[in-house]
């Protein structure tokens, strides 16, 4: 937890209005004073403690006893943005599912093509029900379209003001959650009624207080499936390579757990672990043993590890205006082929890149139901008019996060944890892959 | 949590070997006082507190740096009991791998066919070994076998005594646990150094103090396939009905899940809330309501929903001894069939009982990389010489739980809960469903 | 084939219509003279010859030069009958767009429920057309619902007048297509210009003249992962037995597919081969010989074998007329429980009958590809205005089969065929299992 | 059919021994003069006969009454050659299978990394039995392991001579059958007793004389789904393109049948059929009135497709000699890009080449069970002591085929054929995309 960092939720006002669900006779409602503890480790917690002298928490998502809007005669807006992730369709449903059988609002907008549906001159609005909906969680990628990069935060606001809408649900990505929280500031400074809640997606996994964003455990299915194909490609060759890069620009999570399912990688290159190639205890060296011992080799590796071989200048920014990281699948390709043509030890390298494949997958039961979740946490903190607060998930538990405390922070796997051992122990690599065997005293 | 339990774990001694696992140099090692608390939630985390005034809490687990007993001298055995679930033989080879490369004990046993194998006479042993495991993570059912009963106590310690195994790990369900519990407290009678430790299998996903329970991911994505069988099967006759019959003695959770990963099912009956078939709310008049309205109709009742249906005396028991609940699946098909002949409704009822096809389905990928946490989990807890546990999953963390601590208790769905309240909007059924229409007031 | 059968299709009249499909100046047209042979090979073909000294065959199904119907003037009627099949919904689509697309013919019906649709009184009519079935090919079961039984010939004529159809396409099994037939002959009895067009639909791949059946192969992946799921829990337990019952009233092909499939199946016992369970080489013994040499066995029975253990008059006949078959699958477990019991060598057996859950699969890619075939060549059919036959497959190619040439015949695996032995050398099972063992002399 | 070629069938000589398999007096042998006709269609085969007056045709695969090894003494190769297909270790498996029990020959070899196995100095030979085959059919790949290229005929012919081996089985592509002939004739000069049977190995399903190759269906199922995915990338971006490259260098039936399987696709480019970038009809103007209509478009291209855009002397050879095709998807994924760039028409192109992911594959059921067939045909043949030929498919039948008759011919998609015009009506393209709109009169 960053130092300062805040977990207070803001919110349009008091909430005054009933919520009259019909089933409310029998619910237990959540109140904003329940906690979600930030530390669960006896040892952790024990110093750390809010000004209160409480432990730091988040409020616990789910329906409020009381709240903001009147549901029959509210308006919502929902955007998808950045890159496909399985189940964005499934957030979308949840969200209309939701809104309107269990608070019966029936005005609600789908902007097509995230951000940019929200230019001034866009007529990029569709009207979204109960049958628009009906089946698109078992579809692919997303039916309101995405883009990356937004109009202006000042157009944007202006556009949902001239719809009227009194909440605007964002599904997307750290760089989207920035701007939602820019949206909520606008929003604010104007005094309007606008709920703004995000629910964060990240096929990476990395964002910062959720430990589990949906389409993960689908991406980490399909992610495995290709490391088999490598593993079948290397062992169908003499001295066989199978390279496969995989997604993760800042952190390992989905190549370190397909290595795992997959059971089949000897090298797993994360984003958190530094490599060198040359060397008697570099890749190389590593590679051409394996080869020499079992004739095959199958390597993953993140798409941003190994960031030190660019020179930052080379790099460019996608529409998004994140940096797109450099393209060490196909560096490592290229390396690999002219190093072992060097040294004349003929090897054949396949190299596969899957990433659209695995982007537009459907979710599978899991996420579906956990899409569910979320897009129904999403609702409750929009009707009780909540703003720039996004869906988190922490130790098992939905929960509030304000979108201010994600700035500056990265989800990264732990190299000291057990989880990281055990891809360690699954694929037998050394902890360091670097110029000189280092060895544990 | 019962009141009066302790989550306070038995071992055999001091831990005074120090761990040299090769990595042990990078490694950070769980000690003992850490602790996952029992409470997460702020508001009853604060009146909890236990003896020294410390909110209580499970020993968090993973390897320790010192350990109980030396790798290369170890003797194991496994063994696993009960149903099918898949998932077993990721267990059984996450324990071989773990204790071969981890802690290079080689001399590991399998025992076949459940404590059964333990049997005075049994020559049901094989000897283990990475080789023997390799790919049998990706196979349904247990390379080993697996049978119900077991037989007296001391001739199982016996047997262990002659084995001259030093640990002993067991992959069962509740009622495994009970015998390993005495398993446990013999060999504390005989002052043997046995440590005993379980991993624990449910179908249900209804042990206490177990979150997620193994298998369980994959058996709902399996249950829901069939959900949308009943469904299809349903659609295409006129006034079809599909009745499906899932796992679940005590709880609902495997029924429940299915019903939400399908989205296709119109009643979800679980053994936590209790339901009539007669009266103007009761399940024959909703059905009839619904097939007049859509024309089909889809029910999923787990096996031990609506006992009150049968006399005691009439049921059986399995050789586990646990009581067999009454058919519940065939009742409702008869009772449904006969219903709809007397009121010259004619329907054509679908009914499916796929229990063996979900049973033996090959885990996931994420239960298979969840299996082998769970396998290397338990093998650093017998390494430190603990007995009479199993490894549990609280908040996200695998955690050791006393098996004392299961007496008595089973994890049920919470009918007040926003996951239970997630079913009721998906097939939007009434939340009492009896002899007449309960009215929210 | 049958003595006197002949292949001869019969139509309304002259086809004059140009068919002026927009590709059409690029269309290699099929003519009425085209023939795909019955007697492909040399040896059998020689003697068979027509009464033009032409050797027998089939007309080729496809798009004719000219045709009796004028495409946009066209109003056409699909309906499905009997139990589900994979691919029915893929063949209405197919059927739709083609007429759609191709013929410009927009008056669609779908008749709900199969021939009941056509009752007097029967309000089961939906208007179809490209919206309405675009997505429906991947979903199981079918979107126009089945039912079993018909009202009389007059009464369905009577409607098919009323609705003002010029073609009538009838999807089932070999019951619908007597049904078929019996339409047509009321057609031609009254003097209509409506063309009758039968796809036929036998999950069990018995349909004379038609070498694959829609829906087949997907039947026979779904069947064999049945059997492997047996072979799974005959595994898990001390001498397990895996049951399996099949679909397949006469003919076992899907069955034996599935054995070959899997390959995990030690007995497969089809209507074609009859087998007994007493004697030195019955089914008792055989069991017993496999359980004590690899302690598990797996049997996969088609619903149509071993009939002869029941008695004619306590079977009973399903609503479309036919005999239903006793209940061999639960026969075989109670027959094999109790003699195992009775002599005194315990067995665990697992007995799975997984009927709907096969028949409601969505088709496979290349079920979907085949219907899509199917259905063009339906369209074609009707346009051309022919009328009482069906699209068989032959050698390969869609063909023209008249509906009487079905008449008491029924497609069975040859027992002296490569196919058969093969799965004899698959189970290693003998070829006759009966009372005492067969010599080979 | 090409003019000259003959189906004549070469062997080693007389068959004198008798075929003693233990099922042997069930069964219907087949004998060499049963002929699957060439023509099965009634107006071709009139005209053709070949010099006896009688249709030509080919010898049916299966076992004969006599043959000409004797099965205990046997001693067998095989091997693998070229790039992966699925289904390879389901042909080792089921000759091994054969071999083992049905003929008792138990010295069989699996010669490593295709024909270089066969290198003088090569030690890449294991035994092969039941043991070692039990469950690769499941697995993709070759566990055998596969190569390009091949040392000289007479080096392996010593080989194969000093592994005193009675008969190679070849399974691999038209160039690898191109080997196996010359294998064969250097066999007949030398005039040693070995029998050299291909199995034909196309994953573009473009061999002469073999209607379905096997581990095509299973490729057509892997490609659809990505064709799946391109048409999910593309609706999720403003104007976006999916773009797919599959496999094809001469023939367009993956990618046909791909795109019908999908139902997805908008444009299908294939090698038989070229095709302009530039004209009011050619794929720029068509894909811009696309996007246009309809937002998204969706193009599958074979990498042979569109060679025209290629200078001969700037494309390579692979090690097998074969020519390797230009990179078209890179080409048109340029191309598009710019063109879109500089007429001012934003759009999100994605481009797959998903070409490793689908030869890695496992193989359905349905290629599985084929893939048995085919192997139990080759060990026959090889039996009976033939040589120099490949096991066929005609009319539904497997068929001898002498590995002469592939010389110069390839399998292709007839441009005038229903097939291809269901495609046109798929994807509802032109039928030709060139430079002017071309109008049917």
């Not at 790099?315 to 082929?337: E, F, V």
């Not at 695995?358 to 956990?370: A, C, Q, V």
């Not at 946490?377 to 909540?386: F, L």
């Not at 607060?389 to 500056?408: F, K, Q, R, Y």
Request: charge should be neutral; charged fraction near 20%; aromatic fraction near 10%.
């Amino acid at each position: 937890m960053k130092k300062g960092v805040s977990f207070e939720i803001e919110s349009l006002g008091d909430t005054v209005i009933p919520n009259t669900a019909s089933t409310a006779s029998y619910f237990k409602f959540h109140s904003d004073s329940e906690r979600v503890l930030y530390h669960h480790l006896l040892s952790k917690f024990q110093g750390e403690v809010d000004e209160q002298g409480l432990p730091a928490g988040f409020e616990v998502a789910g329906p409020r006893e009381n709240i903001f809007f009147q549901g029959e005669k509210c308006r919502a807006a929902i955007l998808t943005c950045g890159g496909l992730c399985p189940g964005l369709n499934a957030v979308i449903r949840g969200i209309v599912l939701q809104l309107w059988y269990f608070y019966h609002c029936k005005q609600i907008f789908g902007v097509r093509y995230g951000y940019n549906g929200l230019r001034n001159d866009s007529e990029e609005i569709v009207k979204l029900n109960p049958d628009w909906v009906r089946d698109i969680h078992s579809v692919g990628g997303t039916m309101l379209g995405t883009s990356r990069g937004a109009p202006p935060v000042d157009e944007m606001v202006n556009k949902l003001e001239a719809l009227k809408v009194d909440m605007l649900f964002i599904i997307g990505g750290d760089g989207s959650m920035r701007g939602g929280h820019a949206i909520w500031q606008e929003v604010r400074r104007r005094g309007l009624q606008l709920a703004v809640i995000g629910v964060p997606k990240t096929i990476d996994n990395d964002i910062p207080y959720v430990h589990r964003s949906f389409g993960y455990e689908t991406a980490v299915k399909e992610a495995a499936k290709v490391v088999n194909a490598a593993h079948v490609e290397s062992r169908g060759a003499p001295y066989g390579i199978g390279l496969v890069k995989l997604m993760g620009r800042y952190s390992g999570y989905i190549t370190a757990n397909a290595v795992l399912a997959s059971g089949n990688a000897d090298f797993c290159l994360i984003p958190e672990s530094p490599f060198e190639l040359e060397g008697d205890n570099g890749l190389f060296a590593l590679v051409k043993e394996r080869l020499r011992r079992r004739r095959q080799v199958v390597i993953v590796v993140a798409e941003g590890a190994g960031q030190q071989f660019f020179r930052r200048e080379e790099l460019i920014k996608d529409a998004s205006g994140n940096t797109k990281p450099g393209d060490i699948g196909a560096y490592l390709r290229d390396r690999l082929n002219t190093h072992f043509l060097d040294v004349g030890f003929p090897v054949t390298l396949k190299y596969i890149d899957p990433s659209y494949i695995i982007r537009s997958t459907p979710p599978n039961f899991s996420d579906k139901i956990y899409c569910d979740h979320l897009a129904r946490a999403a609702a409750h903190a929009a009707m009780a008019g909540k703003g720039g607060m996004l869906i988190g998930n922490w130790h098992g538990h939905l929960t509030h996060v304000p979108m201010s405390a994600l700035e500056g922070e990265v989800r990264q796997v732990d190299l000291q944890s057990d989880f990281w051992f055990s891809v360690l122990e699954n694929t037998r690599q050394p902890y360091i892959i670097g110029p000189s065997v280092c060895v544990a005293d």
